[in-house]
């Protein structure tokens, strides 16, 4: 890319960061009491035992909450509960436990969330949707088995999970004192080179959140939905195995999070009321320029976001379409020389 749109990004980025610091606190309502306790509730986590999903558990758990987890592997679940527990604000009173179930099946995921009740002996209260993972791969390389395993593995083990939490929530004896979060991706708001299925998948995932914000409106029943960037866990090292390298370095300017660090953010933005979730700045843009009929976030402060995000996404995309010419005009000319 060419050092005056590199200059030019960074000035906007450099304005656009001093604009909000003296319009924020201007912008932002001031609350004093949050309607998100997660104190004496039963919290069930997809994808709970690893990354954002087990640093979450161990935050709420921290906070009163009763923690149910849900992943495959026992082993890793076990782990992950003795962590909860040492975690928890109260061992006596409150309970860790966790189910083992293959997510992408819809009859596993009805009963292990039906179970995990039974054994707690309450029903779910916060439905948090974790589970989840990339396999970053060139389209054209990848296979029809790719394609799938996208859509199970990040559309079906959240929506299959949700609507056994719906269905549950909806004979709570206080359905309104109910959560349904997602988790999507920044890869949910834009597609990017190497992420085709799994932008797809979350894309997906996005589009479920939305109908159901408005549908369970009905019942009182709350949605989130959380658009994160890089976060470094064990799913992204499993990403860097087939992550082409263009796809690489197309994300050198995210400078990602850690699993504690997002499930704080998260966790945040619920306590907020925020219905759409994001880690940093450039996820603020992102989310505010292409945020559809949903709510803002803060009306005035997701304008100006908007704003910025036009001008900044605007340089950044032309700037990600020189790097993938110039991978075309690299590989002809490798293919000319083999030749």
């Given amino acids: 890319m060419s050092s005056s749109n590199n200059h030019t990004l960074v000035l906007t980025i450099l304005v656009a960061s001093c604009l909000l610091l003296v319009l924020t606190p201007m912008l932002f309502k001031k609350r004093t009491k949050w309607s998100f306790n997660p104190e004496n509730k039963h919290v069930y986590i997809t994808g709970g035992s690893q990354g954002t999903g087990l640093a979450l558990a161990k935050r709420l758990a921290a906070q009163g909450a009763h923690v149910t987890i849900v992943a495959r592997t026992v082993a890793k679940l076990e782990t992950a509960q003795t962590e909860i527990t040492a975690a928890c604000r109260s061992r006596d009173q409150q309970k860790v436990q966790y189910q083992s179930a293959n997510l992408c099946n819809a009859e596993e995921s009805a009963r292990a969330l039906r179970d995990a009740e039974q054994l707690m002996g309450k029903m779910v209260d916060y439905v948090f949707l974790c589970a989840g993972g990339a396999k970053p791969v060139m389209f054209s390389e990848g296979t029809a088995e790719d394609l799938k395993g996208e859509i199970e593995t990040d559309y079906y083990t959240a929506a299959f999970t949700a609507h056994a939490a719906v269905k549950s929530f909806r004979t709570h004896p206080t359905p309104s004192s109910c959560r349904l979060v997602f988790v999507s991706s920044i890869c ?5 080179t190497g992420y085709a299925s799994y932008a797809a998948a979350k894309f997906a995932v996005r589009g479920l959140a939305e109908s159901l914000r408005m549908e369970l409106l009905l ?6 939905i959380f658009f994160p960037g890089t976060i470094y866990s064990p799913g992204y090292d499993e990403e860097n195995k087939t992550k082409p390298a263009v796809t690489k370095l197309l994300e050198e300017a ?3 999070v850690t699993p504690d660090k997002a499930a704080e953010l998260l966790v945040r933005g619920i306590e907020r009321e925020e219905y759409a979730i994001a880690c940093d700045l450039t996820g603020n843009l992102i989310r505010s320029l292409t945020k559809g009929a949903v709510p803002a976030n803060r ?4 304008a100006v976001y908007a704003s910025i995000g036009w001008v900044a996404l605007s340089i950044w995309r032309r700037n990600a379409d020189k790097i993938m010419v110039a991978e075309r005009h690299r590989g002809s000319g490798a293919a000319a020389a083999s030749s």
């Fill in 188 to 192: 949910g708001l834009m597609g990017l």
């Fill in 219 to 224: 019942y009182g029943i709350r949605v989130h």
């Fill in 254 to 256: 995210d400078e990602g």
């Fill in 299 to 302: 009306t005035v402060l997701d």
